[in-house]
């Protein structure tokens, strides 16, 4: 057969197009974006709708995503609670600890010897003595067992907060015994020491306690009466959030 008796070869090419045609992934990431969107905006109605402190949370996670500004505090006892207590918060703190406080069996006993107030330093919680002695021994820096008691359940609560605490030593102005090596200023720092190892040994966090103090007669409560039962006393307080370790109000004026 000669070539001019073949069939002509016909070769027929068909044109992709219309609605058959291949989409490709850019719906996937519209719908991805429209997903997220979407969520953001049930969590933000969410939030308009919690607690306070579920707010005051969600705030301090995105300032410190790491947690590493918030290791220490509630969130290692276990609470699930990492938030600050600023000057807002004292007096809700006030309550609350005055309602743990009530838990021990001693309370009532020693209600009457326990202030909590208020100040430009933070929440001050005062254990005051009488005459007798009440959370120490007369003249001794250990802790009585009806105070260790109340110091202890004390501890339990400041435990959970992220706040730094001050332990202070406070004596009245009549001279310690006839010691010559031993004075209102020892029996103070003392007092203050034993008040912190027993808090410690009780509940706060590591490295809780910044500051010790003993003032022995110089910051008298009842300065009319600087031999009242009263000055002698152990104060611990709460400070406020973000102020540097070495600062206090004294220093500030």
Known sequence: MSSQDQPPIIIIKKKSGGHGGHHGGAWKVAYADFV????????????????????????????????????TGSAQSGTGETLSIGKDDMSQLKDKLEQAMKKSPEFEKLKEYVDMSVTGEGLRIELMENEKGIFF????????????????????????????????????????????????????????????????????????????????????????????????????IVRYQNRPPGETEASKE
């Open 36 to 71: 997220t969107a979407m969520m953001a905006l049930f969590i933000v109605l969410w939030l308009m709708n919690s607690s306070e402190q579920v707010k005051k949370a969600v705030s301090s996670y995105f300032r410190d995503p790491s947690g590493a500004g918030k290791e």
């Open 137 to 236: 021994d007369s003249g001794s820096p250990h802790p009585s067992a009806a105070g260790a008691e109340l110091i202890r359940q004390l501890a339990q609560e400041l435990g959970k907060l992220p706040n730094d605490l001050l332990v202070e030593g406070h004596t009245d102005s009549r001279p310690y015994g006839s010691r010559a090596d031993y004075s209102n200023w020892e029996l103070s720092a003392d007092r203050a020491n034993a008040a912190r190892k027993l808090m410690e040994a009780s509940g706060l966090r590591e490295k809780q306690v910044v500051q010790v103090r003993g003032f022995a007669d110089q910051q008298p409560r009842m300065k009319d009466k600087p031999e009242d039962a009263s000055n002698r006393r152990v104060s611990v």
